[in-house]
């Protein structure tokens, strides 16, 4: 079983709608969580980043961390054509091991339509 | 991506040949990083280099070398190619090992046949 689990997708939704994308872990120790963007054939690119459990917002995109039910989501509001990319989950732990290595979910593949 | 580059952007191999693969930061961050993604895998560490001077396997190491020539570059060396390490390679750094916000390259894309 992997550490982080991430719907692939494919998502095609219409201009505007909200977007929801998901992923669920199983190592307790994840501290530090991420969401990059990934256009076609470029590399990904952090597009948001949070500590712990919470909320943290920066114009159109919302994180969300629930380390109880070790989920985290990220939800874009009025999405644009612009969206469309690969986005993916990743996670980092406080300590021990894995220290500084982050671990990605597989990724979901996001189409906004005009 | 501003700050990480990556040589060659693209390569084919045949199986057994060996290459290396370049990675240069002008960013002056401490951790540098290789990962490769595959279709429905995500991105996958091979190896890693917390500073200069050190490097620690990650999650795929086999078949791959690297080494930290500087602080400035870091490069992956496939000694003998085989088909399983069709993939693309990507290049990362982080100002510190543990610190968030990770700076990728723009990729190698790497076939071998």
């Known amino acids: 079983q992997k550490e982080v689990e991430q719907d692939p997708g494919p998502l095609s939704v219409p201009e505007g709608a909200i977007v929801s994308l998901n992923c669920t872990y199983s190592?307790?120790?994840?501290?530090?969580f991420m969401w990059y963007r990934q256009y076609s054939r470029k590399g990904p690119e952090l597009l948001m980043y949070t500590y712990s459990s919470g909320n943290k917002e920066d114009g159109r995109f919302t994180a969300q961390v629930d380390k109880s039910s070790k989920y985290i989501s990220l939800f874009i509001r009025d999405s644009q054509p612009s969206d469309s990319a690969t986005y993916l989950c990743?996670?980092?732990?406080?300590?021990?091991?894995?220290?500084?290595?982050?671990?990605f979910g597989q990724g979901t593949i996001l189409t906004v339509h005009p | 991506n501003a700050g990480v580059t990556q040589t060659p952007k693209f390569q084919v191999l045949k199986t057994g040949q060996s290459m290396t693969l370049q990675c240069a930061q002008d960013?002056?961050?401490?951790?540098m990083y290789w990962y490769r993604q595959d279709p429905g895998m995500g991105l996958r560490l091979i190896y890693y280099?917390?500073?200069?001077?050190?490097?620690d396997k990650g999650e795929v190491p086999n078949g791959y070398n690297v080494s930290r020539l500087n602080k400035r570059e870091f490069s992956l060396r496939l000694e003998s190619a085989a088909p399983s390490q069709t993939s693309v390679y990507f290049c990362a750094i982080s100002e510190f090992t543990g610190g968030y916000g990770y700076t990728f390259g723009s990729g190698t894309r790497l076939t071998v046949v």
């Open positions: 960013m002056n961050h401490n951790s």
């Open positions: 990743a996670m980092i732990p406080a300590g021990g091991t894995s220290y500084g290595k982050l671990t």
């Open positions: 280099s917390a500073s200069e001077g050190t490097t």
């Open positions: 190592n307790s120790a994840f501290q530090y």
